[in-house]
């Protein structure tokens, strides 16, 4: 049995047989031609270039025309640069030179052209160059294939249902999934926001990525079991893992099909205090998850991330196209913006003009933007103008200090102004908000609480500067605990702020989408919490069977206890107590 | 048979990547003329090429020389460095 460890991207449990995509490794026929044959050979080779044009061109336009319009861009402009890479004289005429000179089949010359090509990109220093041996490695694996008779439609040929364990898979291979027989997902490569854990969502299938090592011990047909909802891939389980796999599976389903049950039920406490539950939301091809999983309105939509991907500053038209589509998929409810959380190592293909030592501590978020002032006000104009098609809210991330406010409330102010006097429609009533992050915010909410019209707590950022503990340091990591009294302290603070100003008083941390917090959080008077859309189910359903009484005395207990780590045990065994199949499910995993 | 030749630093924020690099070859392509590209510290490379092209790992600020050789050679160059100077219409 081996364990593996990655990033869930597309909840769920699966267990089935393992089929391995190979990365590019086509077994390579090598044999020597006679002279009669080489005019045939080379026909040959020019029918797989012109086959590979085709299907990319197909791609092309299946792209083009299923995903929405800022990933399909991007996908549509490497496929350009593949189409180009098939047209290269520096591989065609190499290629077809070696088919002729050395007398030998196409596809052992298309090898060693590749070979002689690759080994000209693994001496360039610069990362971007050098890892484009990865699409010219793409390109000719499909030439590869075509000259050998494989098609992508082709690669999965199965009837019974299988789990797929490949390195990466392309646009090109998640659009050829035969659906309904694929039952999950898991790649080494991959981040958070990649392609295969959005389209695993759409299938509803899980998934986890960035899997190290997978492939270098995974084999077709071995037995896997995916757990999507930790990110964990088992090879070849023990019988007593298998079981508790299946039962585990049970319980997320049934429990899967009870929590979607609730998914139109009121957002509310037993004792029917209202806290509403939005989603956070980076991508557009995340919303149809988002409502499946029953989310009417969006806490937090990061507005960089649906441009990070892109090699540079969207424009305002494009971006008014996506804000109003956001807008109007959730329309008549809110949808919670934050302006460009930028800077640091995050920038629009730009390289930074001086890496800060400390980033953290830098240019970055609402600092960036009053800096870039242009970019922020072509951001700010285009929120403005898609205001029309449904309810925005906008909030600015990082704010330490009330300048920082006046001066973008004043851009706001004169952006209206400018839509007012060119006659442009736009909603007069957007609520502007600020995302309470840093300790210096906390000390003065009562002042801030004046000029904006809500606050959201932004709990990951608010622990890393309170606490002075970097998450991502393994040293220290353990200390990053909610439960640590300055931080109750401050989010006590803060919802009496709110109560006294007559603001509403968000929270979008990471915080929000853990159950466990819950109470706490009822506890110290939240009203809407924005959290991941996998995660929401299920806080759903411990919100709807918690009773804020009893909350309220669980948070008295914790605010009297000197020791965070003692609070989170207190806290869990409560929960427990409550939820015997929910909390004991994740205390075992750990 | 003219011969052109000019050097030109890259402006547009990424340098030669894919698709600059694909706009570059492309418009190369249209021409006649043999388009040939130098960088100091790299082989010259042939400007018809996208592969080529990638290998001069030219990020913004690089400066490199361009030789057109042909009928059109003098268009050609024109059209060339007026797309670098447009920075591949990318926006900044």
Redesign the interface.
């Known amino acids: 049995m081996q364990i593996f460890s990655g990033i869930a991207v597309s909840p769920g449990i699966a267990e089935g047989k393992a089929f391995v995509i190979e990365k590019g490794e086509v077994n390579i026929p090598k044999y020597w031609l006679h002279d009669r044959e080489l005019q045939g050979e080379l026909q040959r080779f020019n029918h797989a270039l012109s086959l590979s044009k085709q299907q990319i061109q197909r791609l092309k336009e299946k792209i083009g025309g299923k995903m929405s319009y800022s990933q399909g861009r991007e996908h549509i402009l490497i496929l350009e640069g593949h189409l180009a890479m098939l047209d290269d004289v520096a591989f065609t005429e190499r290629s077809r030179n070696i088919i002729a000179t050395e007398k030998i089949n196409a596809e052992w010359a298309v090898a060693k052209t590749l070979r002689q090509i690759m080994e000209l990109f693994s001496k360039i220093d610069e990362e971007y160059f050098r890892e484009r041996q990865n699409d010219i490695a793409y390109v000719m694996d499909r030439v590869q294939k075509n000259l050998l008779g494989k098609t992508d439609e082709g690669t999965i040929k199965t009837k019974q249902p299988v789990v797929v364990l490949a390195h990466d898979l392309s646009p090109a291979d998640l659009a050829h999934l035969p659906r309904g027989q694929v039952i999950a997902l898991a790649t080494e490569a991959g981040g958070r926001t990649s392609h295969t854990g959005i389209i695993a969502s759409a299938m509803g299938i899980p998934a986890v990525v960035g899997v190290e090592n997978l492939l270098k011990h995974a084999r077709n047909g071995d037995a896997v079991l995916i757990n999507g909802i930790q990110g964990s891939v088992i090879l070849n389980a023990s019988t007593e893992m298998a079981r508790e796999y299946r039962q585990r599976k049970k319980v997320y389903q049934t429990t899967q099909s009870h929590l979607l049950a609730e998914r139109n039920l009121p957002q509310q406490t037993k004792d029917l205090k209202k806290i509403s539950l939005t989603a956070n939301l980076e991508l557009l091809d995340e919303i149809p998850f988002i409502v499946k999983q029953g989310a009417k309105a969006i806490g937090l939509f990061r507005s960089e991330m649906l441009f990070l991907q892109s090699d540079r500053m969207p424009t305002e038209e494009e971006q008014v196209h996506y804000y109003s589509e956001i807008l109007k998929k959730f329309s008549p409810h809110p949808v919670t913006m934050r302006t460009y959380d930028l800077g640091g190592d995050k920038l629009f293909g730009q390289t930074p003009s001086e890496r800060e030592a400390n980033p953290a501590l830098g240019v970055r978020a609402i600092r960036y933007c009053l800096q870039e002032k242009k970019i922020f006000r072509t951001q700010l104009r285009a929120m403005f103008r898609a205001s029309v098609h449904g309810k925005l809210r906008i909030m600015f991330p990082m704010i330490c200090d009330m300048n920082e406010v006046y001066e973008a409330k004043k851009l706001t102010v004169k952006i209206c102004d400018e839509l007012r006097q060119k006659k442009i429609p736009f909603d007069p009533n957007v609520h502007i908000g600020i995302m309470i992050e840093t300790p210096a915010a906390v000390v003065i909410a009562d002042r801030l609480a004046k000029m904006v019209d809500f606050f959201s707590v932004g709990t990951n950022d608010l622990i890393q500067y309170t606490l002075a503990v970097d998450r991502v340091n393994e040293q220290v990591a353990h200390l990053f605990n909610p439960l640590h009294p300055a931080i109750l302290r401050m989010l006590r603070r803060l919802t009496k702020t709110g109560e006294k100003y007559k603001i509403p008083v968000n929270l979008c941390g990471e915080m929000a989408s853990d159950p466990l917090f819950l109470p706490v959080l009822v506890g110290l008077g939240f009203k809407e919490l924005s959290l991941n859309a996998v995660s929401l189910p299920l806080v759903k359903h411990i919100l709807r069977s918690l009773d804020a009484k009893d909350c309220s005395k669980i948070l008295k207990k914790i605010f009297k206890s000197n020791n965070a780590d003692a609070s989170y045990h207190f806290l869990r065994k409560e929960m427990q107590k409550r939820f015997p199949e929910e909390f004991q499910e994740q205390e075992r995993e750990k | 048979m003219t011969e052109c030749r000019k050097t030109v630093t890259l402006i547009n924020?990424?340098g030669l990547?894919?698709?600059a690099?694909?706009q570059l070859?492309?418009t190369a392509e249209s021409f006649q003329s043999q388009v040939l590209i130098d960088r100091e510290g790299f082989d010259q490379v042939?400007g018809?090429?996208?592969?080529?092209v990638?290998?001069l790992?030219a990020?913004?600020g690089a400066k490199l020389t361009f030789t057109t050789r042909g009928t059109d050679a003098e268009k050609a160059m024109e059209v060339l460095v007026a797309l670098i100077q447009e920075r591949f219409g990318?926006?900044?």
């Open positions: 924020r990424l990547h894919v698709r690099a694909t070859v492309k042939n018809k090429s996208i592969m080529s990638l290998t790992a990020a913004k990318e926006e900044d």
